[in-house]
């Protein structure tokens, strides 16, 4: 079988509304969770949306307007996708720099500096504790060297937390409102997510068409090609009606009208015409000549 423009038509049409289709069918598996019977739900949810977008824009009218807010929830759906692999990609590239930031050396000195400052806490409000009351300047000695160890200890703390914090900057922006934080790369693959999920879905309804034109499409290719209907004469008409008839009747002029691709008026008086002439002795029952 020849390969023509209207097999690829169909091929590509098919691949885009199979993308569309799948593209909610993820919306609706993200929605169902684990359940299996609402993950089979949701698949034939899209299966059936997916018909019912086609079928809506082809028919035309008020209706496409359904058919257009379906496709804007899944340039939603596309959008949500994407964000979701840039966050999960940012916070596994966030992950390893910190697994990088606790291997080195500046990292270990602070976080053992900061169990040494914390075991000299302990130790001192241990003896703290254990004091007697009316030991006055035993106390004071120890109250101050603790406050100094406490201080020591949130200094460390906070530069552990400063470490960890310059690995986590990279997913701190959760969610489509965190997107102005991001980095240019983020944001623009984010917009050509969206930019080719809207072309697809653009080029999916451009190729599904108009029902009423695709049925004017066929029955036109099946007729001979339109020519001037003020070139057809009394004798075109009569050889045309006598070709189509049965051998003892003519054609009626409805048959002739559509082989001679004229109108039923310019046929009915091309049929006058040939009475008045006498041409032709009388009317068949559709309307030709006998």
């Known amino acids: 079988m020849r390969l023509t423009e209207d097999h690829l038509r169909l091929g590509v049409g098919i691949g885009l509304w199979s993308l569309s289709g799948t593209i909610m069918a993820f919306l609706f598996l993200s929605l169902a969770g684990s359940e299996p019977l609402l993950q089979a739900l949701g698949v034939g949810w899209s299966v059936l949306l997916t018909a019912a977008m086609i079928l809506l824009w082809r028919a035309g009218g008020r209706r496409r307007a359904i058919t257009l807010l379906l496709e804007l929830i899944t340039v939603c759906a596309a959008a949500g996708m994407a964000w979701n692999r840039i966050e999960a990609s940012n916070e596994q590239a966030a992950s390893k720099a910190l697994d990088a930031i606790r291997q080195s050396v500046e990292y270990r000195a602070a976080t053992a500096a900061y169990d040494q400052a914390e075991v000299l806490v302990s130790t001192l409000t241990a003896r703290l504790q254990a004091l007697p009351f009316d030991w006055a300047t035993a106390a004071g000695k120890i109250t101050a060297e603790l406050a100094l160890a406490q201080e020591r200890a949130q200094a460390r703390a906070s530069e552990v937390a400063r470490l960890e914090a310059g690995a986590r900057l990279g997913g701190d922006g959760h969610g489509i409102p965190g997107l102005f934080g991001q980095g240019i790369g983020d944001m623009l693959e984010f917009g050509l997510v969206i930019l080719l999920a809207v072309l697809t879905e653009a080029s999916a309804l451009a190729l599904v068409g108009a029902a009423d034109q695709l049925r004017t499409g066929s029955s036109s290719s099946s007729r001979p ?10 004798d075109r008409y009569l050889a045309a ?21 004229i109108g039923e008026r310019k046929a009915r008086e091309l049929v006058r015409q040939l009475v008045v002439e006498g041409r032709v002795k009388g009317r068949t029952r559709t309307g030709g000549s006998q």
């Open 225 to 234: 090609a339109p020519g001037d209907a003020s070139e057809v004469n009394a």
């Open 241 to 261: 009606a006598r070709t189509l008839g049965d051998g003892q009747r003519l054609a009626g002029y409805r048959a002739v009208a559509t082989h001679l691709n």
